[in-house]
């Protein structure tokens, strides 16, 4: 049958010694910064992942910004076109109304001067009337 020796008892006792001395120098401190690594990838997936949300955030905040922005544009462009229309608008009313004050002004001119006209046309005819009648009866 098998047998127990002393032998086997001694080399029992050698891989138990070496187990624990392998863990105290080699197996723990290995375990230890195992530990320490899987620690700090725990920390870093963390702070990427705040560092994620918080960009997503500040993204969200300035298209917030930008949307925000383009509509406060759109309105000061629309307000300066309908003041642009508006004046404009005036504008042209100051000028078809000068328009039509110079108009009336030379209509008022060339009534004058065709007044004038006829009365001086009406003296050239009383002249001529007279050399005619002058010329006619002297004859």
Not at 38 to 58: L, M, V
Not at 89 to 110: D, I, P, T
């Amino acid at each position: 049958m098998l047998s127990i020796n002393a032998t086997a008892i001694v080399v029992f006792l050698i891989v138990w010694i070496l187990v624990l001395v392998l863990t105290r120098i080699f197996f723990k401190p290995i375990l230890r910064i195992l530990d320490e690594r899987a620690a700090r990838i725990a920390r870093d997936k963390a702070a990427a992942s705040q560092a994620q949300e918080s960009t997503e955030r500040d993204l969200r905040r300035i298209e917030q910004g930008l949307r925000e922005a383009r509509a406060a544009a759109d309105a000061i462009r629309n307000t300066a076109e309908t003041e642009a229309l508006k004046e404009k608008s005036r504008l042209v009313r100051e000028v078809q109304a000068e328009g039509r004050a110079e108009v009336e002004k030379a209509k008022e001119e060339l009534l004058r001067e065709m007044e004038a006209l006829k009365k001086d046309l009406d003296k050239h005819t009383a002249e001529i009337a007279e050399t005619i009648e002058k010329r006619i009866l002297d004859r």
